[in-house]
């Protein structure tokens, strides 16, 4: 089971993470690329006002990507199965790495901008399909943390490409374009591993009614003198779902059953993107240079909010199945509130006193190490386990989609945020970083330890009034 979530991480959410983080630092040389690139091409000097646009173009479009790959991730899964989704989906990683490492010999900065757009489809499919196979694999007492393989994929990409990213390694300019291509290793390594691994057992068994094929995954994965617990409950979802087929997303917005799941996944999906983190990491800099520490020194001190949160991740897989669910979303999100106001007070006094930006340095890690803990985490793993079957490459679409639309719209509203609030934007943030929790408390059951059908069951009440 371990070494089925590294195989399943590895080209998964690792990429995404990854493709997140080295797009920072090449930003001078790509610059420089550009310039140089129109200079040949028209024999004139490129506008400040269009570099800034084709930049911004080449950045953001690796959300646009991601979105088609949370549209098309879902219908993937149920076609090709969770396996073979992830497996084909490494084609699309190989293709944008081709395409973005020929785009500084050849002089076409339009392959990159196809590149990053190709890489965000290959990181939509993967955030979208793997904590689905994850959490089709897991027996109950372990979902949790098996989960969390996912978060630590993640946060295990962002930090590996800040440490790739470092001029010492590929982020000099001799060597960007191989930085943008290596997405490519993470690719041919699941292309490598997965294979060995089996298909999803709820997947064969309820999707193709294969019990045979069924019976001998559950062997793998739990050993002999196990699995026949897990085929139990299996059997159990299967005669349940009653032969019903997968769901297309727009089904389960006229889906009464699944209505409080769906709010829950919305809410806490657009809760996680619009809680500050993207706040915390453009602010760091400005915290650092604050806090006298040199401009050559600060890509190494920005390691340090990458190891905070794979280091979160990691505490929250080991948590999450003594803990809850629950306690560890809400105290994240509670602890994010706290931390919101610190840094309000602290980036106001900032110039006061000589040792209020190593408080606003405490809250950034502070803050990052409370979005680790809950949200950061537990928001991918509660989709695989509110829905049942039937609905959860469907609801695995919706997230993803509202996630990537709320990245983008983060992205784009975000400097004007800032510009207009200056350190006053994290009052935003505390605002909805309160609500959120306060949502969690009221509506989300425990769902530590329970079946597919008992957190339906949870549900019911809420869904269908308290008198059924």
Known sequence: LFLAVCAVGI?????YGYNVSIINAPTQHIHKFLNETWTSRYHKELNPDLLTFLWSVIASIFSLGGLCGALIGGSMAIRLGRKGALLMNNIIAILACILMGISFPTGLFELLIIGRFLIGINSGIGICVQPLYIGEIAPKHLRGGMAMGTSIFLTG??????????RELLGGETYWPLLLSSSCFPAFAQLLFLPWFPESPRYLLIDRGDELSCAK???RFHGSSEYQREMEDIQRERFALDGEKPKKPW??????GVRWQLITVIVMTMGQQLSGINAIYFYATYIFEQAGISAEKIPYVTLGTGACECLTALTCGLLIDYVGRRYLVIGGYLLMTLWSIVLTFSLTYQELYSWVPYVSMTSIFAFILSFGLGPGGITNTLTAELFIQSSRPAAY????????ISFFTIGMLFPFIVNELKQYCFLVFLLECSLVAAFIFLVIPETKNKSFLEIKKEFHKLNFGRNT
Not at 397 to 404: A, R, V, Y
């Open 11 to 15: 080209g998964g959410t690792f990429q």
């Open 251 to 256: 089904q389960l917005f006229t889906d009464r």
């Open 217 to 219: 995954a559950l062997k």
């Open 157 to 166: 990409g962002i930090l590996t490409g800040q440490i790739i990213g470092l």
């Open 397 to 404: 679409m919706i997230g993803g989609t509202t996630s990537w």
